[in-house]
């Protein structure tokens, strides 16, 4: 059977005066400025300064080491819960940045001495600068003036705080892994008789139809602790120059080693303005 050719003139009238097709799409081609001038506009790049955004502190603090917690009898027989806080060699102030230099005012201290194969070769260049020994943590804390503050200083806890002062204590609380919403956020569970089914499950966590989804910040299941923590306005009980120690009323974050950041108590009114 003969396989009949078709032609142009065969196709009518109206065929012949189209464009030629080709296999060649416009899509698949690359774009140019006439087919797609809203994707060429030229935006302008704006210029981001650099803004420090950290709380300003009501005065200089310290770095110390959890020991642990123990019952503290004061003189007239009322028991307290204290944390013994410890401090090994450090709490150097490492370097002042000022407005001028840094963009902001801030100290910056040294807790804990290590060997120097323990850090790396830029923070060992960074104490080396500065004169100072070789320091396991470094911490800023930004104050209205640094004036007072010199390289080297060395900060003491009985010169910056005393007995019955208001610190606030913060430090990374232990970490308990993935936990269900009533170890994490104190669900109660259902009922575990008559036929429930449901009994420490999370339940319904929104609508399906309105919103159709499930909103931001949600409690539920999910990693608890291993965060950083601050429990304010805790009062110093006692403060042991012989152990180098202090007792502080109350649980502050993090277990037994951990390090904790002691700073004065910030009172609106007092030592931070109202506005």
């Known amino acids: 059977m003969p396989i009949a050719s078709l032609s142009l003139p065969s196709l009518g009238h109206c065929c012949q005066k189209s464009p030629p097709f080709s296999l060649k799409s416009s899509f698949l081609s690359k774009p140019t400025k006439t087919q797609f001038s809203f994707a060429f506009k030229t935006t302008q790049k704006r210029s981001f300064s650099h803004v420090v955004s950290m709380s300003m502190e009501a005065g200089i603090g310290v770095m110390g080491t959890k020991l642990g917690m123990m019952t503290y009898f004061e003189t007239d027989g009322t028991v307290v819960p204290v944390t013994v806080v410890g401090f090994r060699e ?17 100290v910056q201290v040294g807790y804990r001495r290590v060997r120097d194969k323990k850090l790396t070769k830029p923070e060992l260049g960074h104490l080396e600068k500065s004169g100072i020994i070789p320091m396991r943590h470094l911490q800023e804390f930004r104050l209205p003036t640094v004036e007072e503050f010199e390289v080297g200083q060395k900060l003491a806890i009985e010169e910056n705080f005393k007995e019955g002062d208001l610190v606030d204590v913060s430090g990374t609380t232990i970490g308990k892994g993935f936990q269900g919403g009533i170890k994490r956020h104190n669900f109660k569970r259902g009922p575990m008789t008559h036929g429930s089914k449901s009994h420490r499950a999370l339940g319904s966590i929104g609508a399906g139809t309105t919103p159709g989804r499930v909103y931001k910040g949600k409690k539920m299941p999910g990693r608890m602790g291993g965060c950083k923590r601050k429990i304010r306005k805790l009062k110093i009980v006692k403060i042991d120059n012989e152990l180098r120690v202090v007792m502080i009323k109350g649980a502050v974050p993090g277990k037994p080693g951990n390090l904790l950041r002691i700073t004065p108590a910030k009172i609106v009114g007092k030592n931070i303005p109202k506005n």
């Open 90 to 106: 450090g709490n150097i102030v490492t370097q002042v940045k000022t407005s001028a230099t840094d963009g902001y005012d801030a």
